[in-house]
RNA sequence: GGUGAGGUGGAUGAGUGGCUGAAAUCAAUAGUUUGCUAAACUGUCGUACUGGUAAAACGGUACCGAGGGUUCGAAUCCCUCCCUCACCGCCA
């Protein structure tokens, strides 16, 4: 959620900056800035309205003391009026507050100055592309093929659980996934990240502070009883840590593990066989809150992080800044990352690096005290180090050679085994 | 799920209708004292909106779990909801 001050100084350039996510409702700015007028002046009518309530309220206390009953009933008929006004006030307030947060939820974060124009992912900005592709041996395999030979997952036994994109892990397979998740979690420990286990479930208020509510409404799973909603990432419970907090030292980093379940309502093809996009998945996800300075540095660190643990894979990767059309609702400045997965020649998408700005730390009151005392918005970060299942695809697909799977050097001592097959 | 107790500022905790945005203690913080540590003393020490200012200062309003209500006036009385704790029941 954007700023009313930040929209009230810099109209202007808010529209501008939005136009480049391609937002249409532009007229949106101006509408939120007449009822943001008319707030004020209501508050300030309610305001000086409930002062002479309060003064008089004074003034009949002391009459009654003095014994003075007869000027204090009098004085307490001044009161009907007033209290009639500030019951329309509060209304008007409270109208007027409503409709302004309906309007403000509705408009994305404006994009940094670096973000490419574009509308589609074919706009995105190549930043770099890194590692060889490698050349597969005669009869290589997709991973869901290679999973069926060597047992490793199986989505048909998935279907019958649950459904459709609930993969099953089994022996090898099952094994690699943890030392996956152990294999990132120690990178984030080791680069300063606090490790936490969040609920994998958040309440309405937390899916709202994040920004998945109300934008993303139709992609979470939700509880029927609760009306809990089953995570979509790890950055929701996590960064809601911080929520309604003013910290006192920035900057926090967490890092968290966790199932994500995503209902991907939609999505068909091609592009969501084997584990390319299933509805539950594992990732290990790292959060930080910063000083408003600093926040673009920390988005470069994070990168990097990102990259040393796919160069630490041996996986040929490249880096894409999101163009305006394709980054999220949330987001100020995305970089995505993907993986080239050599028996599918394409890149997949494996992990998303987001600064976000203020827009989730306005909706969370997520601040810090600046030099002089004062309260301010901090920005939060997050990405995925990493996302597993495309990570498992590509790892499956490009260290295969014809008598098994070769584990990375840095993998084997989580898996116990530098092979599989 | 049942019964009981309770939710006050960073923490402990006082406050049962006006003198309470809130005592006291602790923590924190600035300073004084001190050879160092420790201690002592003095000051500061909630948030939000709004007016004001170059920025401060300063002023107004709201907030004592949340939302309603009674009253001239509510942390204090009433209603609804949420949560926490204790004991019992069930249970990984």
Redesign the pocket.
């Known amino acids: 959620m954007l700023e009313i001050a930040a929209i009230r100084n810099n109209a202007e350039a808010v529209k501008q900056r939005l136009a480049v996510k391609n937002f249409k409702e532009l007229n949106l700015i101006d509408e939120v800035l007449q009822l943001d007028e008319q707030r004020?002046a209501t508050?300030?009518k309610?305001?000086?309205n409930?002062?002479k309530?309060?003064?008089?309220?004074?003034e009949?206390?002391e009459l009654?003391k003095q014994g003075k009953n007869e000027d204090a009933e009098s004085k307490?008929a001044e009161?009907a009026k007033l209290?009639e006004d500030s019951k329309q006030f509060e209304i008007d307030l409270a109208k007027a507050e409503d409709e302004i947060k309906d309007i403000l939820v509705r408009i994305p974060n404006t994009p940094h100055s670096s973000v490419p124009l574009g509308k589609t992912p074919e706009e995105n900005e190549v930043v770099k592309t890194v590692g060889e592709i490698p050349t597969l041996h005669e009869g290589a395999q997709p991973h869901w093929d290679l999973a069926k030979k060597y047992d490793l997952f199986d989505l048909e036994l998935g279907v019958k659980i649950t459904g459709a994109g609930f993969p099953v892990y089994k022996k090898q397979g099952a094994k690699l996934q943890r030392a996956l998740i152990s294999f990132f979690l120690d990178h984030a420990v080791e680069a300063g990240y606090m490790e936490v286990i969040p609920p994998h479930m958040v309440n309405e208020a937390s899916a709202f502070a994040t920004g998945q509510l109300p934008d993303k409404e139709g992609q979470m799973y939700v509880t029927k009883e609760e009306g809990f909603y089953l995570i979509p990432t790890a950055e929701v419970p996590v960064t809601n840590i911080v929520r309604d907090e003013?910290l006192d030292t920035l900057p926090a980093k967490f890092t968290a593990y966790s199932p994500c379940f995503r209902r991907e309502a939609g999505s068909y093809g091609k592009d969501v066989r084997g584990l390319n996009r299933v509805h539950q998945f594992d990732k290990v996800e790292i959060v930080q809150i910063v000083h408003p300075d600093k926040s673009y540095e920390v988005l470069e660190e994070m990168a990097k992080h990102v990259e040393v643990l796919l160069q630490k894979l041996e996986l040929p990767y490249r880096v894409l800044r999101l163009c305006g059309g394709d980054m999220s609702f949330a987001s100020a400045l995305t970089y995505d990352f993907e993986v080239y997965s050599a028996a599918q020649k394409r890149w997949l998408e494996v992990s998303s690096v987001s600064n976000f700005e203020t827009f989730q730390s306005n909706r969370m009151k997520v601040?810090f005290?600046d030099e002089n005392k004062?309260?301010r918005l901090a920005h939060t970060l997050n990405g995925s180090a990493l996302a597993l299942p495309r990570i498992v695809a590509s790892l499956l697909e490009n260290h295969q050679t014809a008598d098994g799977i070769n584990i990375p050097a840095a993998l084997q001592a989580y898996t116990g085994f530098k092979k599989i097959g």
Do not use: H, P, S, Y
């Open positions: 004020r508050q300030t309610l305001d000086e409930l002062a309530q309060n003064v008089i309220a004074k009949v206390g009654f307490k009161t209290k003013i601040r005290r004062k309260t």
